[in-house]
């Protein structure tokens, strides 16, 4: 059945056929890809009992920089370990502020507490789901060291714009490319327009190693103060600068921040496919916005086609619900209706960081204040209503398929399930 024969049909939800009819190959979804290539580069690992070790996780990260397009890469045991590095790296100490996007995941942010810094959290925008340039310059005062920026969901944040500002306050700018790997703004590999950048590897992230992060910088001091910070074994032949090889041996922050070696040798098999997998999944993607393209209610999310920038891996792909132009049709009934085609549709974001009691109640190390506060000049937190955008956006956002592969005669029906039931809204009111 054609495309607009399966649009046309009766909604499943009121007892008409199903858009997705059969069952996909696994292979349609199935994340990540590990062959005998991958199997076969652990096992090596184990076999050698070489997991503690550094000589498989330096040439990885040799290769990540050069694919990457920064002079140093530095391999962690998870993203928040390198963003936490990156954070260190930069600078950031007590009583010292960032300012990052309340819509992300908890360690683009939580990890200054562990410095003794505190967060303030910019809004995001509606469309790109990323942090507003807008929110963020009026946020700025002399305690502010560093700018978070998050490419939510794979979408690149407004580069530019963020680092014209950071340069007339002389901020550092980390870039959370979690989300992200591979992704251009305006032609530019994301991870190496900022100061800074540090991302996740772990197993469903579009660049998987098991569980794993990496930080990559072209600034020597950031990499040298991260390394200083958890990787007290690598002291000896990486530090340069004075004041860090005064004090090696041992970990300046008191972690141990070291990947395991299995991570680094299945890393280096992913890199050297992720580039035709990531274009596959970028094909499977565009095709099936492009299938929905019009209609009412959905916007795809992703740039324009003629901005130059890419979606990368496009981790958790999601799309922008507008509920008005569906009758005020609410974001439940919807998801619903998708899942009764056959579809796969659910609510695709984080809650808003700004409302957690972690960043407004808790106080983590006994300092009879919260954790926010307990180093700040000022009380910190953010009350409901402060961002408004980033409160109400999780019913105007829906997660969509995350296809592995282009396989049009499956992409097909699954966007199907989404036109189908947004042209009919009207029967769901």
Same mark, same amino acid.
């Given at each position: 059945?054609?495309? *607009?024969d399966?649009i046309a049909?009766p909604?499943?939800i009121?007892g008409g056929?199903?858009?997705?009819?059969?069952?996909?190959?696994?292979?349609?979804?199935?994340?990540?890809?590990?062959t005998?290539?991958?199997?076969?580069?652990?096992?090596?690992?184990? =076999?050698a &009992?070489?997991?503690?070790?550094t000589?498989?996780?330096r040439?990885?990260?040799? /290769?990540?920089?050069?694919?990457?397009g920064?002079?140093f890469?530095?391999?962690?045991n998870?993203? %928040?370990?390198?963003l936490?590095?990156?954070m260190?790296?930069?600078g950031?100490? =007590?009583?010292?502020?960032?300012?990052?996007p309340?819509?992300t995941?908890?360690?683009?942010a939580?990890?200054a507490?562990?410095?003794?810094?505190?967060?303030?959290?910019?809004?995001i925008?509606?469309n790109?789901? #990323?942090?507003?340039p807008?929110d963020?310059?009026?946020?700025i005062?002399? +305690? %502010?060291?560093a700018?978070?920026?998050v490419h939510?969901c794979?979408?690149? #944040?407004?580069?530019?714009?963020i680092?014209?500002?950071?340069a007339?306050? *002389?901020?550092?700018?980390? /870039?959370?490319?979690?989300h992200?790997h591979?992704?251009?703004y305006?032609?530019?590999?994301?991870g190496?327009i900022?100061?800074?950048?540090?991302?996740?590897m772990?197993s469903? !992230?579009?660049?998987?190693?098991?569980?794993?992060?990496?930080? #990559?910088?072209?600034?020597r001091?950031?990499?040298?103060?991260?390394?200083?910070?958890g990787h007290y074994?690598?002291?000896?032949?990486?530090? %340069?600068l004075?004041?860090?090889?005064?004090l090696r041996?041992?970990?300046?922050?008191?972690f !141990?921040? =070291?990947i395991i070696?299995?991570a680094?040798?299945?890393?280096?098999?992913?890199?050297r496919?992720?580039?035709e997998?990531?274009g596959?999944i970028? #094909?499977?993607?565009n095709?099936f916005w492009?299938?929905?393209?019009g209609?009412?209610g959905?916007?795809?999310?992703?740039?324009p086609k003629?901005?130059?920038?890419?979606? &990368? &891996?496009?981790?958790?792909?999601?799309?922008i619900?507008?509920? /008005?132009?569906l009758g005020?049709?609410?974001?439940?009934?919807?998801?619903?209706?998708?899942?009764?085609e &056959?579809?796969?549709c659910g =609510?695709?974001?984080?809650?808003p960081?700004h409302?957690?009691?972690?960043?407004?109640?808790?106080d983590?190390y006994?300092?009879?204040?919260?954790?926010?506060?307990?180093?700040?000049?000022?009380?910190?937190?953010?009350?409901?209503?402060?961002l408004?955008?980033?409160e109400?956006?999780?019913? +105007?956002t829906l997660?969509?398929?995350?296809?592995?592969?282009?396989?049009?005669?499956?992409?097909?029906?699954?966007?199907?399930a989404?036109?189908?039931?947004?042209?009919?809204?009207?029967?769901?009111?």
């Open positions: 059945m054609s495309f *607009n399966l049909q909604l499943a009121n056929p199903k858009a997705v009819t059969g069952t996909p190959p696994s292979e349609l979804f199935h994340w990540p890809i590990v005998d290539e991958d199997i076969s580069a652990v096992t090596d690992v184990l =076999r &009992g070489t997991m503690s070790a000589d498989i996780t040439q990885f990260e040799s /290769e990540f920089a050069a694919w990457q920064t002079e890469a530095l391999a962690h998870n993203g %928040t370990a390198a936490l590095s990156a260190f790296g930069v950031i100490g =007590r009583g010292d502020e960032i300012i990052a309340s819509l995941y908890w360690a683009s939580l990890p507490f562990n410095l003794g810094a505190s967060v303030v959290f910019a809004d925008l509606p790109t789901i #990323c942090i507003d807008a963020i310059e009026h946020r005062t002399a +305690r %502010t060291k700018i978070v920026v939510y794979g979408y690149p #944040c407004d580069m530019d714009a680092m014209a500002i950071a007339r306050h *002389n901020l550092a700018v980390i /870039e959370d490319v979690s992200a591979g992704a251009r305006k032609g530019v590999q994301v190496k900022g100061h800074v950048s540090a991302m996740s772990m469903g !992230k579009s660049f998987p190693a098991g569980e794993a992060g990496v930080l #990559c910088t072209n600034e001091a950031i990499y040298e103060r991260a390394i200083a910070f074994e690598r002291h000896g032949d990486s530090l %340069t004075p004041e860090l090889v005064a041996g041992l970990p300046l922050g008191g !141990k921040q =070291r070696q299995t680094s040798a299945m890393a280096r098999v992913q890199l496919h992720y580039d997998r990531m596959e970028q #094909c499977a993607l095709r492009d299938l929905l393209e209609t009412p959905l916007v795809a999310h992703r740039p003629d901005s130059g920038s890419t979606m &990368g &891996g496009w981790y958790n792909p999601v799309g619900y507008q509920p /008005e132009a005020g049709l609410p974001l439940s009934r919807f998801i619903e209706a998708v899942n009764a &056959g579809g796969i =609510r695709g974001i984080n809650a960081l409302l957690h009691p972690v960043f407004n109640e808790a983590i006994g300092d009879g204040v919260p954790t926010r506060n307990a180093f700040a000049d000022r009380d910190l937190r953010q009350p409901a209503g402060s408004p955008v980033a109400t956006i999780g019913e +105007r997660g969509i398929p995350y296809f592995k592969h282009d396989w049009a005669e499956w992409i097909e029906p699954y966007a199907a989404f036109r189908k039931v947004a042209t009919q809204a009207s029967q769901l009111l």
